[in-house]
């Protein structure tokens, strides 16, 4: 499967913006998804799952109450909502599918076999 991300920006405090994760190639339908992201010099960082059809989601506690994902099945799309950006959100943001159907979301990276490029997300103060 071939995902594609797009929405990102530069925005300040505050500020709202929405992902998109768009897969082709093969159908994400049936599998679990998630968000993770990378700032310079840190690690990749799990962000948010959901599940293949969008009954379950889990976050990271830094983006709890901020952060919405969800999916668009017939689409082939998932969205990652952010509201009340910070500084500290700022890195790229990227999709990934894991290929294993209808199965709990993982957080961990290394459950995931398909990611895309990412989309740049910068927080100004």
């Known amino acids: 499967v071939q995902l594609v991300e797009s929405g990102g920006g530069m925005v300040h405090t505050g500020d709202s913006l929405r992902l998109s994760c768009a897969a082709s190639?093969?159908?994400?339908?049936?599998?679990?998804m998630a968000w993770f992201r990378q700032a310079p010099q840190k690690e990749r960082e799990f962000v948010a799952t959901i599940d293949w059809n969008g009954g379950r989601t889990n976050y990271v506690d830094s983006v709890k109450g901020r952060f919405t994902v969800s999916r668009d099945n017939a689409k082939e799309m998932i969205f990652l909502q952010m509201n009340n950006l910070k500084p500290e959100d700022t890195a790229v943001y990227v999709c990934?599918?894991?290929?294993?159907?209808?199965?709990?979301?993982?957080?961990?990276?290394?459950?995931?076999?398909?990611w895309g490029l990412g989309t740049q997300v910068t927080v100004s103060s």
């Open positions: 990934a599918a894991e290929h294993s159907w209808r199965s709990e979301p993982e957080t961990s990276q290394y459950a995931y076999d398909s």
């Open positions: 190639r093969h159908t994400i339908r049936d599998y679990p």
